[in-house]
């Protein structure tokens, strides 16, 4: 049996990022910039207006100190978004325009709709306006040449939408690895179809499916498997051909009909680790399989869910990312202050589901409620995993221990 801290050193030190990959903008939400991105067009990609008004030569409203406004000034074509205004704006004359309006040759500033009275092909002025005023310089926000995406970066909507304003409508990330689940136990029962005696739902092709979807990789595949080697092995195959993170449950233990190890065997793949002392989800097996140039990973969940989700958290959930190319792999870490105190057993660092509240800038943890491997419910309350140590018996309320933050 090998410390957590060796096991997720031995899976990270296996997980590299793959390809990388032209795809449309569209299609980058969560991936990680492949390259710099440098912006081909300014932006604004000409000056504009600010808001719908009038744009003026700001000099012709303003006035020696006792002049009777308002200033009169002729009005040229209204001038809609999208549309160009090519000539000079004359002395003495206003174009009216919107948001986004390019501002003509010779205007300085615009003057907000609201404060002008239009009457008779002019408009009337009764504030001195400054140079500048309500314009959107082009280049303002980005100039061209500039980066505007970093090679690393994770590309969140924000992202998205300044490449798209900047012209791009292609990026280069790192590819998604390709996931396939396979799900063992012959007393598992689909969800909708009706309870034989001795039988289980299947709940984790569900857990699993749904962390694989928070991750950004590609799942292409959850089978549900029976305890039978020729079974099993016909389901790696497949999932081989198919993927390139291989998740299963169940079936890695000790008990009669654990055969995933045998089948991992038969097919050829190597074992990185099996066990660790680590509570919950010590049977966790992490195998690796290189045929020709392409390499497999195995990730052999116990089949308790809150193995499940710990095994997914703590280990999938950072090589995935470290796969997809981000440096920020490791699941966020905080320090909190036990509310209560916590007894457990010498010998396996346990994972403690909890809940967090701030106080005073200090966090707070608090049990999430039942803590067993096979205990759901308590899942769906909990704000972070708490690592309490393998060598640690009892903590004092008031302890400061440390705290990993769900993502999911
Ligand atoms: P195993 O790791 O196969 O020995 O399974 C450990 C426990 O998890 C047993 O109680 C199983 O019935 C349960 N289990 C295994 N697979 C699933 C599943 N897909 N959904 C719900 N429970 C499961
Ligand atoms: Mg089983």
Known sequence: MISYEKARQLVLSEARPGGKEKIKLEKALGLVAARDIIARFPLPPFTNSAVDGYALRSMETIKEENFNYPVSL??????????????????????????????PKGADAVIPREEVEEKEGHIFI???????????LAGEDVKKGQKIVDS??????????????????????????????????????????????????????????ALVETTGARLMAVKRVKDHLTSLVAGLKEAVAKANIIITS???????????????????????????????????????????????????????????????????????????????????????????????????????RVKLQLEGGEWLATSAGAQESGILSSLKEIHGLALIPAETEFLEEGTKIKVHLIEN
């Open 250 to 352: 169940g079936g890695v233990s000790v008990g009669d009909y654990d055969l995933v190890k045998v089948a991992l065997e038969k097919i050829g793949a190597k074992c990185v680790f099996w066990k660790v002392a680590q509570k919950p989800a010590k049977p966790l097996a992490f195998y690796k399989l290189k045929q020709n140039k392409e390499r497999a990973y195995f990730f052999g969940l116990p089949g308790n869910p809150g193995a499940v989700f710990v095994s997914f958290e703590e280990y999938v959930r950072p090589f995935i990312k470290k796969m997809m190319g981000r440096k920020d792999y490791l699941p966020q870490e905080i320090e909190a202050t036990l509310t209560h105190p916590i007894k457990k057993k010498r010998g396996r660092l346990n994972f403690f």
């Open 126 to 136: 009764k504030r001195a306006v400054k140079a500048g005023e309500n314009i959107r």
């Open 152 to 209: 690393g970066t994770v590309l969140r909507p924000a992202h998205l939408g300044l490449l798209a304003a900047c012209g791009q409508y292609e990026v280069w990330v790192y590819r998604r690895p390709t996931v396939f689940v396979l799900v063992t136990g012959d007393e598992l029962c689909p969800p909708g179809e009706s309870l034989k005696k001795g039988m289980i739902y299947d709940s984790n092709s569900f857990l699993i499916r």
């Open 74 to 103: 002729k009005l040229l074509a209204q001038q809609r978004a999208g549309t160009y205004f090519s000539g000079r704006l004359k002395p003495g004359t206003a174009l009216k325009v919107m948001t986004g309006s390019p501002i």
